[in-house]
């Protein structure tokens, strides 16, 4: 019915720059909030970034003033922007939203992308 599917991700050294995006893939009716986690090896699943319908963003500390995300409506895509990338970032990056689907009646049903590796590393 409905697919995330992620891009973008490899290999950046430190300091490094890295987008990635997220598009949405089937009988979309309409997207509300879209949102980046990343999981690291031993460590639980974090949010990285959110972004309502209306624009408005939220980052947790880490990674405030170097991660930026933004969604494409008509595109049905959500993108984040990662800069000054250091060690600790590296995670797989999972693309997760809101999505109401369907031809008939729908409700707004949560979606996760697979996932895609990021690492940063010298």
């Known amino acids: 019915q409905v697919h995330l599917m992620e891009s973008g991700g490899g290999l950046v050294q430190p300091g490094g720059s890295l987008g990635l995006s997220c598009a949405a893939s089937g009988s979309i009716v309409s997207i509300n909030a879209m949102a980046w986690y990343r999981q690291a090896p031993g460590k639980q699943r974090e949010l990285v970034g959110s972004?309502?319908?209306?624009?408005?963003?939220e980052y947790p500390d880490s990674v405030k003033g170097r991660f930026t995300i933004s969604r494409d409506d008509a595109k049905g895509t959500v993108y984040l922007q990662m800069n000054s990338l250091k060690p600790e970032d590296t995670a797989v990056y999972y693309c997760?939203?809101?999505?109401?689907?369907?031809?008939?009646?729908?409700?707004?049903?949560?979606?996760w992308g697979r996932g895609i590796q990021v690492t940063v590393s010298s």
């Open positions: 972004i309502t319908s209306s624009g408005l963003t």
């Open positions: 997760n939203a809101d999505i109401c689907a369907g031809n008939g009646y729908c409700t707004y049903t949560n979606y």
